[in-house]
């Protein structure tokens, strides 16, 4: 059985630093995830530059399927030595995870990583190894779907120390929080700006310390499709539409050209709503047999904004997507629900905006950037133009 694995994470800078020191790396092989999340030494430019470094050593090798023995290796000739400290290394959590769910996790002086499953947040099983004088620990995976992997760098232990904690907030804490939070349906994005927010509570806004969740979920492929302009050749449309609902999944369709096409070639009808959840994004309609039919350009063009929000790792509201108007209903179905996402892309010039200055170049824009960062957040992204 092959399953999508979803991945996301948040990072909260240390107070008064520009950059985190804390650093996640991720590289698809196949089917195998490589996740790498590494805490360079100290906070600001110089952790950085060590978590960068490592992340990138550990990402590259590892999903060459270069032995971890040597990865430390070379991690620890590559890194400068810390004059102070005489140690020359980042710690770190590294997720091999392959599409049916098994892989393995190795940790190195990070905080051990907490398995979601069935409402509960538990401990994994570690075996200890001793490589090159490192303690590594191992764990063997074997997830299904709806299991979690929660992977953080130390700043989620040292959250509220000297502030509205004496000794930072403690595992059982962390795990209590995890098991109350965290909802079935959330996707690892989520779960990561979840717990990296009630950190950035703890520190009273003003992180102590580099703070990183990293989330790992095996998840059923959920696919999506959206229909976006008519396509070229109105002789075309009967046979776009019925390509269009035969692919599985959830249906989406933009723009008011599109839904009459749609509509017709089902034989139903559209009807608008007069709702304005918000005042710059026009009404949704409905379709039956579609699950969301939206507005078209002005619609995208904002979904695109909030992928790029989406996509902000310093963001813990990002996953947040309860507004009812047509674009956030849309951007939480591509970004939270759908694992797979095909869009239906008609490049016909919509004679509705003649004399508007909305052309088919930019529709044609506006999607090429969603589809990428799509790609970005790991989904499976296709684009199909008529």
Not at 178 to 199: D, N, Y
Not at 266 to 271: D, M, S
Not at 288 to 305: A, H, S
Not at 315 to 335: E, N, Y
């Amino acid at each position: 059985m092959s399953y999508f694995i979803d991945r996301g994470y948040t990072s909260l800078n240390h107070e008064g630093e520009e950059l985190c020191g804390d650093m996640v790396e991720c590289s698809v092989n196949g089917d195998m995830l490589t996740a790498v999340l590494c805490d360079g030494m100290g906070s600001g430019v110089k952790a950085n530059i060590l978590a960068t470094l490592s992340s990138k050593i550990l990402c590259t090798m590892l999903s060459a399927g270069v032995p971890i023995k040597d990865c430390i290796e070379t991690l620890i000739a590559s890194l400068p030595v810390c004059k102070v400290r005489n140690v020359a290394y980042a710690t770190f959590s590294v997720c091999l995870i392959g599409s049916d769910g098994k892989g393995e996790l190795l940790e190195f002086d990070n905080p051990a990583a907490i398995l979601l499953r069935n409402g509960a947040a538990d401990d994994l099983p570690r075996q200890k190894e001793v490589i090159l004088g490192k303690t590594v620990y191992t764990t063997a995976l074997d997830l299904k779907p709806g299991d979690a992997i929660v992977v953080t760098s130390d700043g989620v232990e040292h959250a509220g120390i000297g502030m509205m904690m004496n000794f930072g907030w403690e595992r059982p804490q962390i795990k209590d929080y995890l098991r109350r939070a965290v909802k079935p349906g959330m996707s690892a994005r989520a779960i990561s700006a979840a717990l990296a927010g009630e950190c950035n509570e703890l520190y009273m806004n003003m992180p102590g310390d580099d703070t990183t969740v990293l989330g790992i979920k095996v998840r059923e492929h959920s696919p999506i499709s959206v229909f976006v302009g008519p396509p070229i050749h109105k002789e075309d449309d009967a046979q776009y539409v019925k390509d269009f609902m035969a692919l599985p999944g959830k249906k989406a369709v933009c723009g008011g050209t599109s839904s009459q096409i749609v509509a017709r070639q089902l034989g139903k009808e559209v009807r608008t709503s007069f709702e304005f959840p918000d005042r710059d994004i026009p009404p949704i309609g409905y379709i039956d047999g579609i699950d969301l039919t939206t507005e078209g350009v002005i619609t995208v063009k904002r979904v695109l904004e909030l992928s790029e929000k989406y996509l902000d790792p310093s963001d813990c509201t990002a996953a947040v997507l309860d507004k009812r108007d047509g674009a956030s209903l849309l951007a939480r179905m591509l970004f939270e629900e759908g694992t797979d996402v095909n869009f239906f892309v008609g490049q016909s010039q919509n004679h509705a905006h003649d004399g508007l200055p909305i052309e088919t170049r930019m529709k044609l824009k506006l999607i090429d950037k969603l589809a990428d960062n799509l790609k970005k957040m790991g989904k499976n992204v296709n684009v199909r133009y008529n």
